[in-house]
């Protein structure tokens, strides 16, 4: 059984910073992509910020020169650093994981159970 727990949310003024922190566990032969994603109320799940096991990222264009996605293969875990937070930057954030669970299986695709990142102005 796979999970995805994130750790990292919280509420903080404008213009300021948090990190986010997501560690996948459990039998897991590779992860092939991990990545952010936001949600607010009545609103799709939207694409923050991902990246490949080998290092290659995308961000939203919301995001791009604030936040940073760094991923630990080692430890299974990715992290998003935000900075210069915005009040629209307000949602509840999940992680996502593309994740092959044995050799030459189909990738699956996990999320996490999500954490509110709340910026007041």
């Known amino acids: 059984q796979v999970q995805l727990v994130e750790s990292g949310g919280g509420l903080v003024q404008a213009g300021g910073s948090l990190r986010l922190s997501c560690i996948a566990s459990?039998?897991?032969?590779?992860?092939?992509?991990m990545g952010w994603y936001s949600q607010t109320p009545g609103k799709q799940r939207e694409l923050v910020a991902r990246i490949t096991s080998g290092g290659s990222t995308a961000y939203a264009d919301s995001v791009k020169g604030r936040f940073t996605i760094s991923i630990d293969n080692a430890k299974k875990t990715v992290y998003l650093q935000m900075n210069s937070l915005k009040p629209e930057d307000t949602a509840v954030y999940y992680c996502?994981?593309?994740?092959?669970?044995?050799?030459?299986?189909?990738?699956?695709?996990?999320w996490g159970q999500g954490t509110q990142v709340t910026v007041s102005s």
């Open positions: 996502n994981a593309a994740i092959e669970l044995f050799r030459y299986s189909v990738t699956q695709n996990y």
């Open positions: 459990g039998s897991i032969f590779r992860i092939n992509t």
